[in-house]
Nanobody
Framework: QVQLVESGGGLVQAGGSLRLSCAAS????????LGWFRRAPGKEREFVAS????????DYTDSVKGRFTISRDNAKNTVDLQVNSLKPEDTAVYYC????????????????????WGQGTQVTVSS
């Protein structure tokens, strides 16, 4: 049974930091790509970052480059998203997603590429 469980969201002031974590289980880690997406109030879900479990190749949307860092912990089977220098526009529900397929990096910017999703964790940034 596949499970993705996010944690680490919360309320933070602008300029602050949080560390989001996604615990993954029941997946084939050989071809696994884990992504973080977010959905802000009244907006479509958007890609934030992704990481290939094998090799660790990462990808980020432009608006978070230099502020967010995605990483994996092979021992714990978790993928973390360190979010720094938070802005009010980062307020959203953040979702962890998993894809068990071979595809070019660009494909993992699209939510349709992912088969499994977590329940989401709320990040609220106050100004």
């Amino acid at each position: 049974q596949v499970q993705l469980v996010e944690s680490g969201g919360g309320l933070v002031q602008a300029g602050g930091s949080l560390r989001l974590s996604c615990a993954a289980s029941g997946l084939n880690f050989d071809r696994l790509v884990l992504g973080w997406f977010r959905r802000a109030p009244g907006k479509e879900r958007e890609f934030v970052a992704s990481i290939r479990w094998s090799g660790g190749t990462t990808d980020y949307t432009d608006s978070v480059k230099g502020r967010f860092t995605i990483s994996r912990d092979n021992a714990k089977n978790t993928v973390d998203l360190q979010v720094n220098s938070l802005k009010p526009e980062d307020t959203a529900v953040y979702y962890c997603a998993a894809a068990d397929r071979a595809a070019p990096n660009a494909f993992f910017r699209f939510s349709q590429t992912y088969k499994y999703w977590g329940q989401g964790t709320q990040v609220t940034v106050s100004s």
